[in-house]
């Protein structure tokens, strides 16, 4: 029996989408030997409700700028043509139904994230419908007591993976199986990893858009991205709201 093929969702509001969400897709795939990552925008992020988020059609539109040279990158609208905001646990069930049993389906959050999953809908499902990958900043410490026994699946590969860039993927991905092996080989690994070194903050790009700073954005952004923001004026209201207020 040939072995199961690997897909990763990436959810997320990407608003926008930068160089620290490519970078996390690319090293994904190579250290877990993904097929594809699909980003899944939220049409409204449930823990970002006190903020407006960019129009749908942006987001799509500057995803597809961002992904169109990844053949492995794709991005999926089933959040974004929801006539309701849907919830991750919807989500990942909906794809579940999709793939077949031959697919081992793996969903990517950031350390953020996890440090508030017990707040999110049917959390405890959650943790045990998929394989969940937890990708922190180097030098960070993710929380695991906030889940409680959902902790005894954590399969930490910050540590345990010391081989660079140029490193064989059978060698990482021999990595991951064997230490998966002393774990649980049913869905709902929480598997850490801080392999992705840039730390990009979408609040400040959103800032810096909003102040005209546009020369600084060159380092955090696809260049088709901060074409986009620039022909379309993106962000741009949040600063004329600062002044109307």
């Known amino acids: 029996m040939g072995a199961r093929k690997r897909i990763a969702l990436y959810g997320g509001t990407f608003d926008p989408v930068h160089i620290g969400h490519l970078e996390v897709a690319r090293k994904v795939c190579q250290l877990f030997e993904i097929e594809k990552v ?3 925008p939220a049409q409204l992020a449930p823990h970002k409700l006190s903020r407006p988020v960019t129009a749908p059609v942006h987001r799509y539109a500057m995803l597809a700028l961002a992904t169109q040279n990844d053949p492995e990158l794709v991005i999926s609208t089933f959040e974004l043509d929801a ?39 049917e959390w405890k499902r959650l943790l045990t419908m998929t394989n969940h990958i937890v990708v922190t900043r180097p030098g960070y410490e993710p929380e695991t007591t906030h889940v409680g026994r959902h902790a005894e699946r954590v399969i930490d ?89």
């Open 38 to 40: 699909l980003f899944v």
């Open 83 to 121: 006539p309701n905001r849907r919830y991750t646990v919807d989500t990942i069930q909906h794809f579940q139904r999709e793939l077949d049993d031959s697919t081992e389906l793996f969903f990517i959050m950031g350390a953020d994230s996890w440090s508030e999953i017990d707040t999110w809908r």
């Open 157 to 245: 590969l910050r540590t345990s993976l010391e081989c660079g860039d140029q490193a064989p993927l059978w060698s990482r991905s021999s990595v991951v199986d064997n230490k998966a092996a002393r774990g649980r080989r049913t869905p709902g690994r929480i598997f850490f990893t801080d392999v992705v070194m840039k730390d990009v903050s979408a609040t400040n790009i959103r800032r810096l858009a909003s102040e005209g700073r546009m020369e600084e954005l060159v380092n955090f952004l696809p260049g088709p991205v901060l074409d986009y923001i620039k022909k379309y004026g993106i962000y741009r209201e949040l600063n004329e709201a600062k002044l109307i207020s």
